[in-house]
């Protein structure tokens, strides 16, 4: 008899197989789940950079008259040396060509790579650089939407020679002008997002790897000055964006508490399989 009843209602603690099916789905449940959230959190990122894009038709005028006052604005300070130290550089090729590449490549593959790489090893922490980088790209977007300014290369009568374009195609097919904001040199956020990746890299990265994130901010501001799309004082505005950014996420982050709901669901789901 007993057997029979202990066929047809089992124990509390249910069937084995059950039990591991259950862990399997609870395991894949959460994984589905924040995919699906950081997907929804690109789409909604590359939404509102469209509708800046568009915001920006006709703001050209504008957008050279800013980069004027901040060219005058260097000068006064004596730190417009961005032509001289273009111009220094062309006439050794082979960093031309570098400094070409890595504003190419060193941009949006690293910040990509970067991201999974703190997705997958450092969970927590992804979260934190994450939220510093839409922190920072949210406040860019409102900076360029008020404040439109042409990048150096926009700029010949000041000697500046767009190199990207001159020795490659592939930046411009990439990203085709149509479709970026060309006005959206203040702040730069290809450095403060490469010295965001750098902090990642450089604080939890392993061995030598290490210097990878610290020599990446360098490397890119060098490469935006060489290749004429930024000019010091975006490099220097968009650093300190990205590091008020990232002090804030982590405040932000210390300030939520630790949901346990989830473990607590699980033993539930567990305990009734």
Not at 79 to 87: L, M, R, S, T
Not at 117 to 125: A, D, G, S, T
Request: proline fraction near 6%; charge should be positive.
């Amino acid at each position: 008899m007993q057997a029979a009843f202990g066929t047809r209602f089992p124990n509390q603690h249910g069937h084995p197989s059950r039990v591991a099916a259950t862990e399997r789905a609870l395991r894949v449940r959460p994984g589905l789940a924040r995919a699906a959230t950081e997907i929804a959190i690109i789409i909604a990122g590359v939404l509102a950079y469209f509708l800046v894009r568009g915001l920006m038709d006709g703001q050209e005028a504008a957008a050279v008259g800013n980069a004027d006052a901040l060219i005058r604005f260097e000068r006064a300070i004596g730190i417009f040396v961005e032509p001289q130290i273009q111009d220094w550089a062309l006439g050794m090729p082979a960093l031309g060509t570098v400094a070409n590449w890595i504003y190419i490549w060193g941009h949006w593959p690293v910040i990509v790579a970067t991201l999974v790489w703190l997705l997958v090893k450092h969970p927590r922490e992804y979260a934190l650089y994450r939220n510093a980088l839409l922190i920072s790209g949210g406040i860019g977007l409102i900076v360029f939407t008020l404040y439109p300014m042409a990048p150096p290369r926009f700029m010949p009568d000041w000697g500046f020679l767009d190199t990207v374009s001159m020795h490659s195609q592939s930046y411009r097919i990439l990203q085709p002008p149509s479709m970026v904001n060309q006005y959206a040199a203040m702040p730069s956020l290809h450095c403060g997002w490469d010295l965001l990746m750098g902090i990642a890299i450089a604080r939890h990265a392993a061995g030598r790897i290490r210097w990878v994130g610290r020599l990446l901010p360098v490397l890119m501001v060098a490469a935006v000055v060489l290749t004429a799309n930024h000019y010091f004082m975006d490099a220097v505005v968009g650093d300190l964006l990205v590091v008020a950014s990232l002090a804030l996420a982590t405040a932000l982050q210390r300030g939520l508490p630790r949901p346990h709901l989830f473990s607590r669901r699980r033993e539930q789901m567990l305990q009734g399989a």
